[in-house]
């Protein structure tokens, strides 16, 4: 049989890639690096808090303080679970390269509040410094939201958090979204 190579296909003679007939709808083909592979999906995480009024108050946060909020899942977890408390964590088998998003809404109890909010693995802070949000809230009872992003290695059972820090008094949070996206 003579070698062909793909780019000489005419749309015709393409094919679909083996296996394609029983592959999962929203799955794609990972290569194992061994002339083989399998269909997979992408692992996503998602965990959501947001007040109906009054926030959840943290008193004095001097120090970073776990954001531990009533938060609920509003759309399919692959790979992730969530305990309801603001902690998202991956359950797949591979460890993966994933992408962090967190957002955290709040308000100060005083004014000219410096506030740092960062994302922490496994109790720990995570790097790189893209996972962290910092911001002086101006005013009285200021409020503010802190973005972060970055990317990150999950392992089974790792799981992500998000704390917080303010230069004096109490925060009351009223938002809380964290999305893990993982890349195959």
Do not use: C
Not at 71 to 81: G, L, P, V
């Amino acid at each position: 049989m003579a070698t062909v190579q793909h780019s000489t296909l005419t749309s015709a003679e393409l094919h679909e890639p083996k296996g394609i007939a029983t592959a999962n709808a929203n799955t794609v083909y990972v290569a194992d690096g061994a002339g083989s592979g399998q269909w997979r999906q992408a692992p996503t995480g998602f965990l959501n808090y947001v007040s109906s009024g009054t926030g959840t108050t943290i008193t004095a946060p001097a120090t970073f303080t776990l954001v531990n909020v009533a938060s609920a899942t509003h759309a399919a977890q692959r790979q992730y679970s969530h305990n309801g408390a603001g902690r998202l964590t991956y359950t797949g088998a591979t460890t993966i390269s994933t992408k962090i998003h967190a957002t955290l809404a709040l308000q100060t109890s005083g004014s000219n509040v410096e506030v740092v909010s960062q994302i922490f693995l496994n109790g720990s802070p995570a790097l790189p410094a893209q996972f962290v949000a910092e911001q002086t809230v101006q005013g009285s009872n200021g409020i503010t939201t802190l973005p972060m992003v970055g990317y990150v290695e999950l392992s089974t059972n790792d799981y992500v958090e998000v704390f917080v820090q303010a230069s004096t008094g109490d925060v009351e949070v009223f938002g809380l979204n964290i999305l893990a996206e993982g890349v195959l």
